[in-house]
């Protein structure tokens, strides 16, 4: 009977041990929720909206400086016990997206200032220009240092040559009348880059046109 049962207990332990030689490693893909710690990564997973948390420890591969909420995230992790917080092995991230978060400026002799404030998940403020460009949002696109922004521009009243004479009464009112601008979307790839001690972010139109703006 002892030894039935030394048997039993080897072959549940070999089977335990065959289990857990079958982990594999797996891989989450989201964005950062919250900013990192340096102790728990929090992602949130594409389309599905799970949220799962990884432990940081010495082993962890990652770069410090790109763990900010919003940037892309890939993590490799062991699979753990229900309830237990899986430790992360690598974290890959996008290095460009906390190089553009923050306040960008043209110089003062720029013939249209233009002055943003690029912030988290995509959104911009703007204080300059105004009312002829407005940037909106911005994502990061596959090539490195390079973002898009996305706005709109205000353009002046297109003139529309009457067929006819209208009645002088007429003609006065719409004269009285300030036609409405016209606003037409656009986007723009923004690429940063160095001038000297300076971070720059230049800004470059479908057409060609660029312009520079320095990190404040």
């Known amino acids: 009977m002892k030894l039935r049962n030394i048997l039993l207990l080897a072959t549940l332990t070999l089977s335990l041990c065959a289990c857990r030689k079958e ?13 990192c710690d340096g102790q728990t990564l929090i992602v949130d997973s594409m389309g599905s909206g799970t949220i799962k948390r990884f432990m940081l420890d010495d082993q962890t591969i990652y770069e410090e400086f790109d763990l900010v909420a919003g940037n892309i995230v890939e993590v490799a992790y062991m699979p753990t016990d ?8 690598a974290i890959t991230t996008n290095d460009t997206y906390p190089k553009v978060l923050g306040r960008w400026k043209t110089r003062e002799n720029e013939r249209l200032g233009i002055e943003i404030d690029i912030k988290r998940h995509g959104k911009i403020e703007q204080t300059l220009p105004e009312g002829i460009l407005e940037f909106t949002s911005w994502q990061l696109l596959a090539k490195e240092d390079t973002i898009r922004l996305f706005g709109t521009l205000s353009l002046p009243p297109e003139v529309i040559k009457a067929e006819k004479k209208k009645p ?49």
């Open 168 to 216: 002088s009464k007429e003609a006065k009112e719409e004269e009285a009348t300030e036609p409405a601008r016209r606003t037409t979307a656009f986007t723009a790839e923004a690429v940063v880059g160095r001038d000297g001690d300076s971070r720059t972010l230049t800004i470059i139109t479908d057409k060609g046109a660029k312009s520079t703006l320095y990190q404040q």
């Open 82 to 89: 229900e309830g237990q917080m899986p430790s992360a092995i």
């Open 23 to 35: 982990l594999k490693e797996q891989m989450m893909a989201g964005y950062i929720a919250e900013d």
